[in-house]
């Protein structure tokens, strides 16, 4: 069952309150305050009050100058007036300097009561939900943003670097500077195109549906192994994989390929060329529901000022090794969407650890 | 041709750094160029004062966005140096204008008192021409 609405109820008169609170203590949790101040000391102590009540006539503020007030400080819940007078004018102060949603009539009978709480509760709901969209909006307007600018580097600084290789190419004559600059076009184009591949995750992680498989981690092990065995025979590192399990796991095979796949990648790209005993090691184990996945490698290590980062869209630590700053964040994305989490522990010119851990289905 | 400048190419993308240094020379094949891929390595240099040929004022030629340390923090960085380390050198913005790029920074390029040129990439050479020719001018400093 829902939480039952909180309502607040105003008035000078004790016996008022006690009527009021029993006749709907059952269906809501009502606060009842004697005065202004208690009323607001409620306010500030339970911010989930969605309706409040008020009686005009009070001694010292009026329920006018009450409702005033707390729409600038309390602005959420919901304010509704009630008076004993067809006092048409503090009916018309209500309105114009408390924006009050209502007005009941005193002596009120419960069905007004019910009704005002039911529409004054359906109005904080949907301005709680615009007010969530509103925040959803502006997240995702901001990483646009963040989006297009990045774009301009990270699309026309490769193509930019082309351009000004071609141009040059034109007055080129030795063959070795030639292909000394074919090599590095190469790098860019390939750069470029591991941009855009990861644009593409990124665009799938944000807008796909999850699709739930039974997932066999040995299987996807030996997919990527194929795929890292050659890297690993090049660069000599050593590339040990171990996955224990026992059990059936569920999950989406998309996301969960892409979280192997990018941490393994980073673990091969940030090895420290000159170290003799390179190694990149994948603990899987299956227990419980839960995957928990350790990729350990032997390579440059983060800087400990900017693990807090690394999980940032187009953050890149390293200026060594080409980064598109998508990684790590598609990395992220890809856990959130499967519930899972990750922590990295990292010692500088030793190696990282990526911890990772994902919910069976 | 005698060399009356040095050089400094500090930009993340290697490719970008040979085409610079390449169209360099061919301008004058006795210039002498050092390349950075990481500013803050360039910035340690500078600081050292380890100056080149002499000297040979130094055009640096900087690149904006760049991991870790970017053009503008090296910028920054550099203008804490002491003013006679800073008198060698001339900073000179090489980098990829966009009109997605928010036009505020832009602006703010000139806002350092260091910086009085913006080169967009790709380097050509007129564009490399007619920098140095304002350079001899003197109409960057």
């Keep these: 069952m829902a939480e039952k609405i909180k309502i607040l109820y105003v008035d000078d008169e004790p016996e008022n309150l006690v009527g009021f609170k029993a006749s709907l203590r059952l269906d809501y949790q009502i606060f009842t305050a004697v005065n202004i101040p208690e009323a607001i000391r409620y306010l500030d102590k339970d911010p989930e009050i969605r309706v409040i009540f008020c009686d005009q006539r009070m001694p010292g503020k009026t329920g006018v100058d009450f409702f005033e007030e707390i729409r600038i400080t309390h602005p959420l819940p919901v304010r509704i007036m ?24 005193k002596p009120w009978i419960e ?4 009704w005002a709480i039911d529409e004054a509760n359906k ?3 949907a301005n709680s939900m615009l007010a969530i969209k509103n925040d959803e909006l502006q997240k995702a307007y901001n990483e646009l943003n963040k989006f297009a600018y990045s774009v301009s580097h990270d699309i026309r600084g490769p193509l930019s670097g082309i351009l000004g290789a071609i141009n040059l190419a034109r007055d080129v004559d030795d063959v070795d500077e030639m292909k000394e600059m074919l090599f590095l076009m190469e790098k860019s184009v390939t750069k470029l195109n591991t941009y855009v ?3 593409h995750d990124y665009y799938s992680l944000q807008r796909g549906e999850l699709k739930i498989t039974e997932i066999d981690f040995n299987n996807i092990m030996d997919e990527l192994k194929a795929i890292y065995s050659v890297n690993s025979k090049i660069n000599h590192v050593t590339f040990k994989v171990n996955v224990k399990q026992d059990e059936v796991f569920f999950s989406d095979k998309a996301p969960l390929r892409l979280i192997l796949n990018n941490l393994l990648s980073n673990a091969f790209k940030y090895q420290d060329k000159s170290s003799k005993n390179k ?5 899987i184990e299956i227990k419980k529901s839960e995957a928990v996945i350790y990729i350990r490698d032997t390579g440059i290590g983060i800087l400990a000022s900017h693990l807090g980062e690394i999980f940032n869209l187009f953050f890149r630590s390293n200026s060594l090794e080409v980064g598109s700053g998508f990684g790590l964040y598609n990395v992220k994305s890809a856990l959130v969407k499967l519930n899972g989490h990750i922590e990295v522990d990292s010692v500088l010119h030793q190696g990282t650890t990526f911890k990772v851990t994902i919910p069976s289905t | 041709m005698k060399a009356e400048f040095s050089f400094i190419i500090i930009d993340d993308s290697e490719l970008d750094c040979f085409v610079t240094k390449k169209f360099l020379e061919r301008t004058n094949k006795n210039f002498v160029i050092e390349i950075f891929n990481n500013a803050e390595h360039a910035l340690d240099t500078i600081g050292k004062n380890h100056s080149l040929e002499g000297d040979l004022p130094t055009i640096i030629l900087l690149d904006l966005q760049m991991p870790r340390m970017n053009g503008f923090k090296f910028v920054e960085e550099f203008e804490k140096l002491s003013p006679e380390i800073q008198k060698n050198y001339i900073i000179i913005i090489l980098t990829v204008l966009s009109p997605s790029r928010d036009p505020k920074d832009l602006y703010g390029i000139f ?25 001899r001018m003197g109409s960057i400093k």
């Design chain 1, 111 to 114: 069905a007004d009561i019910i």
């Design chain 1, 279 to 283: 190694s990149v090691e994948v603990d």
């Design chain 1, 82 to 105: 009630l008076t004993a007078y067809t006092d048409v004018d503090s009916i018309i102060d209500a309105i114009n300097k408390g924006h009050i949603f209502r007005y009941v009539r």
């Design chain 2, 111 to 135: 806002t350092y008192r260091k910086i009085n040129s913006i080169v967009e990439k790709p380097l050509t050479k007129d564009k490399l021409n007619s920098l140095l020719n304002e350079v």
């Design chain 1, 123 to 125: 109005f904080y709901m």
């Design chain 1, 197 to 199: 591949l990861s644009m």
